[in-house]
């Protein structure tokens, strides 16, 4: 995958230049400022991306760079929560006041670090709805989403990514906080469900989710509900839109930081003829 460095004018926030790229389809990665006190982020770019074009008018300078090394536990320190003794440390009581477990996660590639408002966003919805579910954890990143499940009493959890370090950074996380018997992590692939009702957690933007329903053909049938985030409030009504076309009924929502976590219910769709996804 592609990786450039972004250069922000300092008329614009990261935050607001965080949120642009991620609409646009790249996966920011962190953000630091150079020698001359200039912001930049780090991010991979979509596949479809013109690397000649500036993406953004308030984009200064854009190369590429080489992600073979980073120093994953210097970001952390910098822009993760509560970052202490090597790791971050999530504590559940803060979505869930019955949840006593402080969740430990180690720095390294997969998104979770309690640092974006869209991981909160499904944390807190997450409290209801997870005791007692088969959970499935879409772009499972750090495995904080699983892990939190896991400590929520979740019946079943598995979670999911197309990158293998993130896969790996899951499991390291499982056995730090002791639940690697709990909670299975893997490709899309590997996900073989038999539960009749499974609770689904996406937390990413609206072209990368319905890439991800597209890999996975063996939950087409199986009903549920679905916690999102990843979805700005700007974009609600278009996302909406998509959600109908899959079937699901919008149960609640709640906003943070112009981000937006939603609760839906889903139900097996009619037999379809073409291949497009029918969640």
């Not at 005791?131 to 989403?145: F, T």
């Not at 299975?184 to 469900?193: C, N, R, S």
């Not at 609206?206 to 985030?229: D, N, R, T, V």
Request: hydrophobic share 40%; aromatic share 8%.
């Amino acid at each position: 995958m592609k990786s450039v460095s972004l250069k922000i004018h300092d008329s614009t926030s990261v935050e607001q230049a965080w949120q642009d790229l991620e609409t646009l389809g790249f996966t920011p990665l962190y953000s630091s400022e150079d020698p001359n006190g200039t912001n930049e982020i780090i991010a991979h770019v979509p596949p479809q991306f013109n690397s000649a074009v500036m993406p953004l008018p308030y984009i200064e300078e854009m190369h590429p760079i080489n992600l073979s090394i980073i120093d994953w536990e210097s970001q952390w320190a910098e822009h993760g929560a509560d970052y202490h003794d090597g790791y971050v440390h999530v504590h559940l009581e803060e979505f869930g006041p019955q949840f006593e477990n402080v969740l430990k996660l180690e720095p390294g590639a997969g998104f979770g670090d309690l640092s974006h408002p869209t991981t909160a966003l499904v944390l807190k919805m997450m409290a209801a709805e997870v005791p007692g579910q088969h959970v499935l954890d879409v772009g499972c990143g750090s495995g904080i989403l699983a892990l939190a499940a896991v400590a929520m009493d979740a019946k079943t959890v598995y979670g999911i990514d197309i990158d293998p370090q993130a896969i790996e950074h899951s499991r390291k996380n499982a056995l730090i906080n002791q639940m690697e018997d709990q909670v299975l992590f893997g490709f899309a692939q590997d996900y073989k469900p038999r539960e009749k009702s499974i609770l689904v957690l996406m937390n990413m933007i609206s072209s990368e989710q319905k890439e991800a329903w597209e890999s996975l053909p063996q939950m087409y049938k199986i009903a549920g509900k679905c916690l999102i985030s990843g979805i700005l409030a700007e974009d609600r009504e278009a996302y909406l839109k998509q959600t109908k076309q899959w079937g699901w009924t919008l149960l609640n929502e709640i906003e943070q930081g112009g981000w937006l976590g939603l609760l839906f219910v889903r139900s097996p769709p009619p037999r379809r003829t073409d291949q497009s996804c029918g969640l």
